[in-house]
């Protein structure tokens, strides 16, 4: 063995002395720093986190936009779609004029409220009538009374300023306080409130990469996160400089594949993430499976609980059973939960939850030499909204967990009695098994957004899915009303009934985009198209200029 090893040392040696044979000093430096950067080249090409294949597939489709035919359909295609989406906004707001300057003159309040109601009154849906999936989650006279008197005592409150408003500072670290003990927080257990799930997850992959930078010099980070988890991630990625390395779910289950998820881990992962449940199925991935891998990998865990955190914890006492998904479970180190979903805040309040104080330092951001002095916040936002902290300390303490377990037993009932319902109706089935308040509909006979187009006619508004093609709902408070839910029933058994006598007609109108979007290879069309949409909410007339 040491022979022959001796010999291959031999031989390249050999070989490597003829090649600089009779060459100029010169040129033997020139060969010798062009292989170690070729070399180097070569490693880097082949260690990305994202697959060669996708990064020529991507620089494929660049090249072919650059074509003039192409680029000119494309153009073409965006500009028609961008007048539609105008159209649809001056559609909605017909009748009224738009502000495109300050008045002369300040209104009077009765003016600027009749204004308001106007304003309000746009839109194709009623709201609170209860036919609207997720967005609005409870609509109680009672509390809406009681959260303007909290909103106006508390309207001009900043928490950054604590020397000042010490109350308010209180009110927010109960409300960490209390939603960590749900959870099952011990005393190390901390965290901050956020404007929302989008924030509280935005914070969870800072603290995640900053941690992983500094105890181990991570500087590629890559989060490991299912297919099905929210597109916040993605946002915190693109935000944050983290790769995203998705991970498919069993198309049976709609649960992250564990296999492939420990398959998808390397050196350079900081953070592991599974859904409470994930938005688009209502399923829940199996989080104890999740935290074995972070505890075997040393890596934190977060688990997404912002859609229905506020259910989960209170389903054991309302009856009904789930894994263990929180901090009793060993591993589980940050928790993402809104209590303007379930918990009937008003919108802007979300919590970001650690296991340990360690991660919260580093989602905090500090500067130290500024002119300005010694400067450090929490979260996003250095200034924050008061009255939005004291709203949800309010409606948390006005409901109790007898009132929370209360609305959790009437929500999850519903959607109980509403999957059993769509499950006897032929043509359509139900993704996975919803564990919480989401049931999402599939179609393998008809286009399944021809039966949400039918239901939006009457008054419903369900949520899109893609890949593979769907449609949720999100049962709400709003949805317990009586006969609601025998109304949803009784409307989609109908509108299949019908779509079933001419499955094979294509979807027309709007959802033929999700139809259209899907079968598209070059997702960037895509995102232009979203972005035109964007821009189309923004809408308003173009000024005139006058001259001077």
């Known amino acids: 063995m040491e022979k022959t090893a001796k010999d291959a040392i031999s031989l390249v040696t050999r070989q490597t002395n003829a090649v600089f044979r009779n060459r100029e000093p010169w040129q033997i430096v020139a060969i010798t720093a062009t292989s170690v950067l070729s070399t180097v080249w070569l490693w880097n090409l082949l260690n990305q986190d994202e697959t060669i294949w996708a990064r020529t597939k991507k620089r494929l489709f660049k090249w072919v936009r650059i074509i003039p035919s192409v680029r000119n359909r494309i153009d073409s295609e965006l500009a028609k779609t961008e007048e539609n989406f105008k159209n649809d906004i001056l559609k909605s707001t017909k009748g009224l004029d738009y502000l495109l300057k300050l008045p002369y003159e300040g209104k009077k309040t009765t003016e600027i409220l009749t204004e308001l109601d106007r304003y309000l009154a746009l839109g194709s849906y009623n709201w609170k009538d209860g036919k609207v999936s997720g967005a609005v989650y409870n609509f109680d006279e009672e509390v809406i009374d009681l959260l303007t008197k909290v909103y106006a005592k508390t309207m001009l409150t900043n928490p950054l300023h604590a020397d000042l408003f010490p109350g308010v500072c209180k009110m927010e670290a109960e409300v960490i306080r209390m939603t960590a003990t749900l959870f099952n927080g011990d005393a190390e257990a901390c965290g901050t409130m956020t404007t929302g799930g989008t924030e509280s997850i935005l914070m969870a992959c800072k603290a995640y990469r900053d941690y992983a930078r500094e105890i181990h010099g991570i500087t590629k980070p890559n989060m490991v996160i299912a297919t099905t988890a929210h597109s916040a991630f993605d946002k915190g990625a693109k935000y944050l400089n983290i790769f995203v390395k998705t991970v498919p779910v069993n198309p049976e289950t709609t649960q992250v594949d564990i296999k492939k998820m420990e398959k998808a881990i390397n050196k350079n992962t900081v953070m592991l993430v599974g859904s409470v449940p994930n938005f688009p199925y209502g399923t829940v991935d199996n989080i104890q499976a999740i935290a074995a891998l972070g505890l075997k990998y040393n890596i934190p865990v977060h688990v997404d609980a912002c859609l229905g955190g506020f259910v989960i914890v209170f389903m054991k006492r309302a009856g009904y059973q789930l894994r263990p998904f929180d901090f009793s479970v060993k591993g589980v180190t940050s928790i993402s939960a809104d209590p303007h979903k379930y918990g009937y805040t008003p919108k802007g309040s979300s919590v970001i939850l650690y296991s340990n104080k360690k991660y919260r330092h580093h989602q905090f951001t500090v500067t130290t030499d500024w002119p300005g002095g010694v400067y450090g916040s929490p979260t996003v936002n250095g200034s924050r909204a008061g009255?939005?902290?004291?709203?949800?300390?309010?409606?948390?303490?006005?409901?109790?967990?007898?009132?929370?377990?209360?609305?959790?037993?009437?929500?999850?009932?519903?959607?109980?009695?509403?999957?059993?319902?769509?499950?006897?109706?032929?043509?359509?089935?139900?993704?996975?098994?919803?564990?919480?308040?989401?049931?999402?509909?599939?179609?393998?006979?008809?286009?399944?957004?021809?039966?949400?187009?039918?239901?939006?006619?009457?008054?419903?508004?369900?949520?899109?899915?893609?890949?593979?093609?769907?449609?949720?709902?999100?049962?709400?408070?709003?949805?317990?009303?009586?006969?609601?839910?025998?109304?949803?029933?009784?409307?989609?058994?109908?509108?299949?009934?019908?779509?079933?006598?001419?499955?094979?007609?294509?979807?027309?109108?709007?959802m033929a985009i999700y139809g259209v979007a899907q079968t598209l290879p070059d997702r960037s069309i895509v995102g232009e198209f979203t972005r035109r949409y964007l821009d189309s909410t923004y809408y308003t007339p173009v000024p005139s200029i006058k001259g001077n």
């Not at 948390?396 to 959790?408: Q, S």
């Not at 187009?453 to 709902?473: E, R, V, Y």
Request: charged share 25%; with cysteine; proline share 3%.
């Open 387 to 510: 009255a939005n902290i004291a709203t949800c300390w309010a409606t948390m303490i006005h409901y109790g967990e007898d009132g929370y377990t209360e609305t959790t037993k009437r929500v999850i009932d519903t959607c109980r009695y509403i999957e059993r319902g769509l499950r006897k109706i032929k043509g359509i089935f139900i993704y996975g098994t919803p564990a919480t308040s989401v049931i999402a509909l599939g179609s393998k006979d008809f286009d399944i957004y021809r039966l949400s187009d039918s239901l939006c006619k009457l008054g419903w508004n369900l949520n899109a899915l893609q890949f593979p093609s769907g449609i949720h709902i999100c049962v709400t408070l709003m949805h317990t009303k009586n006969g609601l839910a025998d109304k949803f029933l009784d409307d989609v058994k109908e509108n299949v009934a019908e779509l079933m006598k001419n499955p094979t007609k294509p979807i027309e109108g709007k």
